[in-house]
């Protein structure tokens, strides 16, 4: 007899969740790496935490605002279908 660990993560959901992170990883890499940098920190990708417009602003040294402009620019482009396409499917689960 088996006890089942009710904690344990069901393999398909690790390749699900590894292969999310590789196609993140991938199309934030399409991006320049200023616009990467900050979606990863404004969002706390691959960090601890996530980040405000200002603590970029002063990793940048740039105001709160450029940041926000950066960021409007980098979230329009992965917007574009031929980004967008490759994570698609993970919103579909």
């Known amino acids: 007899d088996f006890i089942e660990d009710k904690n344990a993560i069901l393999p398909i959901d ?5 292969n999310l992170r590789e196609t ?3 199309v934030l890499a399409s991006l320049t790496p200023r616009e990467e940098r900050v979606l990863r920190m404004r969002f706390g ?3 601890n935490t ?9 990793q940048f040294s740039v105001t709160r605002e ?4 950066i960021e409007a620019k980098a979230l329009r482009k992965l917007k574009h279908p031929s980004r967008s396409r490759k994570m698609r ?5």
């Open 14 to 18: 690790a390749a699900i969740q590894a």
């Open 24 to 26: 993140t990883t991938r």
């Open 45 to 47: 990708i691959g960090m």
């Open 50 to 58: 996530d980040h405000t417009l200002e603590e970029v602003g002063q």
């Open 66 to 69: 450029r940041i926000r402009q």
């Open 89 to 93: 499917s993970f919103l579909d689960q």
